[in-house]
């Protein structure tokens, strides 16, 4: 037997990990002080009572023999394909309902998503960015360039023709900067993934925050994207479904590569090692879609875009340098006093007792760096900032 060698150039702790340990062994010293998290970005409004009412109808069909459910298809069933179908038909674009596969999470499939690249692909991924996108090519064992992202930039890295790269990983609006492309913006970056034979793995989970003509809601935006683009999405933001568990991928059709169908070999992938989204979820997640449903999740997702200007503002009064909080749910601030982003968590915590990221967590270029997120409660967002207020106003 052989193990795969590439995981021992894994971090052997998890990002949130390391926190939830240093914050659970400050309670365990201080019981006596109430601890603010404002760090994993969790939902903590509850599921939409169209939801919920979809759901409930869709386990009661599974106690009768004439309605029940057994296997799925594992790309999911074509109600909640079709109804994601006119989401984006709403935004002026066009998918075919078999393009969309159904997940439980973009967090899933961008990981497995891998599979059906060689090994020998070169990776480009900004840097800071969400881990799971270096963890699982460096499981992979592939090698991976980075791009800077940089307060300078405005934390949107545009494309160096001079870096050849096969596999490119674009997250907009962006975890952890809050940063969000612009479609003239990613129409550069199509422009090269076409110029170069790449792809660009899109996640765009947190699209739903993204308000007006601000920013790009899709890279389908950009005409030539369904040739070197593969988008994510997940209903964990957008109707809370962190614990329900479900999201979606696009897959376009016109994908192809060394007479290769990137389409079919998906499908392939999923329908051998997948066997699909619960009925009961699918039918929840379709509901988002309704009328009611689309009234309910938008008022939640107003209630986190508040929490986002309660933040802003806050920071604003400090005078601190902050990205992001207008078409994202996380507030990106550059740390005080010049501490690291480490020493700043230390800091808040011991002297607060608030929790946020420390950006240094996010890669190179997030030390100096603090990630907020607006997912906690009202109560808890308004007294965060007014002990953070407190602190750092000194």
Known sequence: MKLNTNYSNVSDSYLFSTIAKKVAAYQAANPGKKVLRLGIGDVTLPLAPAVISAMHAAVDEMASAATFRGYGPEQGYGFLKDAIAAYYLERGVKLDSEEIFI???AKSDLGNILDIFSQDNTVLIPDPVYPVYVDTNVMAGRKIVYMNATAENGFLPMPDYSVDADIIYLCSPNNPTGAAYTVAQLEE???????KDAVILYDAAYECFIEGNSAARSIYLVKGAEKCAIEFCSFSKMAGFTGTRCGWTVVPAQLVSGGLSAHKMWLRRQTTKFNGVPYIVQRGAAAVFTPEGRAQTAENLNYYKQNAKIIAEGLKQLGITF?????????????????????FFDYLLENAQVVGTPGAGFG???EGFFRLTAFGSRQTTQEAVERI??????
């Open 103 to 105: 997940s439980d999470g």
């Open 189 to 195: 970056w199509v422009k090269y993934a076409l110029e």
């Open 323 to 343: 990205f992001g909080g207008e078409s994202s749910p996380y507030i990106w601030m550059q740390c005080p006093h010049g501490m690291t982003s480490w020493q």
């Open 364 to 366: 190179v270029n997030g």
């Open 389 to 394: 207020k407190a602190l750092l106003g000194k």
